[in-house]
């Protein structure tokens, strides 16, 4: 095997970070971004709102899949700045779940509590602590006040598949409303329950989402991808984006795709003296970060 054409994956989880995204389910990163960063950002999502003539500057506007739409939102599929958080729960499975841009002006809908993920039956009966989807949120308007369209969520809730305020909007006692900076990155276990506060302010919140899963869980905002764009992205960026034309491929990617990336520490393509020799790599299981700290 040649390493030369494979990338170690970029930083995750931190012991720490780990244990405060297990115990909360959010984990919130300040000053993740720099200024010239969100400026990059917020001129992509200009650009993304004067092509679209669906754009209404007093309504919510949040378009799915643009990772595909733009290519400054194409670069974030596998950001080193938060992809080895994903790939830290996901490894060598990890998979595009969607890519989003929210943008909520005073007065637009916003949203009543709920989880993300399966709803009749959640994900948590099968997999009661570790998420099927995470989501990474960019946050690219100072929110320094309730009451600005924020986010909130329960810390804690991720484990709980019932909750007293499921469809309404109502103040829970306990909930996290996220009064933040702009540069600020959360990565929420999606199984957190959570809801949007009313925006009374001018300040229109603008932000970008994007979620993770195991390659086996239906993509939320495609199924396909164009065949000429595909073409344009870099390795991993395929393969994190999952365009199989046969459903099986999801849970038995193939050879090709492996490895994703090599161990950050060890800059392996697989684990050590597990698999006598001859068992192809794209059939070993290979140890994700959690493994070592559940
Ligand atoms: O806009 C937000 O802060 C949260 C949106 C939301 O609830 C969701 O995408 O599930």
């Not at 995204?21 to 001129?43: H, K, P």
């Not at 009451?147 to 809730?157: A, D, E, H, L, Y």
């Not at 073409?231 to 999801?250: C, D, F, P, V």
Request: glycine share 6%; charged share 25%.
């Amino acid at each position: 095997m040649s390493t030369l054409t494979y990338r170690k994956a970029p930083p995750g989880f931190t012991k720490e970070q780990w244990e405060q995204f297990d115990r909360e389910g959010i984990l919130v990163i300040e000053n993740a971004l720099t200024q010239d960063e969100i400026d990059y950002y917020l001129d992509a999502i200009d650009q993304l709102t004067a092509a679209d003539p669906k754009y209404k500057v007093d309504k919510f506007y949040g378009p799915d899949n643009v990772a595909t739409k733009h290519p400054v939102f194409t670069e974030l599929i596998d950001h080193p700045r938060h992809v080895g958080y994903a790939y830290d729960i996901y490894g060598e499975l990890l998979k595009l779940h969607l890519s989003q841009v929210f943008i909520r002006p005073r007065d637009s809908s916003h949203n009543a509590w709920h989880p993300d993920g399966a709803r009749a039956l959640p994900y948590g009966v099968f997999s009661p602590r570790l998420p099927m989807q995470i989501k990474i949120g960019y946050w690219l308007t100072d929110l320094p006040h309730p009451k600005m369209g924020n986010f909130v969520c329960m810390p804690g809730s991720h484990r709980r598949q019932y909750f007293d305020g499921y469809t309404k909007h109502t103040s829970i006692p306990g909930e996290k409303i996220l009064c933040c900076q702009k540069g600020t990155m959360v990565i929420m276990h999606c199984g957190t329950w959570h809801r949007v506060e009313p925006n009374e302010s001018d300040v229109v919140r603008k932000n970008i989402f994007l979620a993770y899963c195991p390659s086996w869980i239906c993509e939320a905002d495609r199924h396909q991808c164009e065949p000429e764009w595909l073409k344009t992205l870099n390795r991993e960026q395929r393969i994190i984006m999952r365009s199989y034309s046969h459903g099986y491929a999801r849970t038995k990617p193939p050879k090709d795709d492996f490895p994703l990336f090599l161990d950050r520490e060890t800059g392996l393509d697989s684990d050590p003296e597990i698999y006598a020799d001859g068992v192809p790599l794209h059939i070993r299981k290979r140890r994700v970060a959690h493994e070592q700290w559940i």
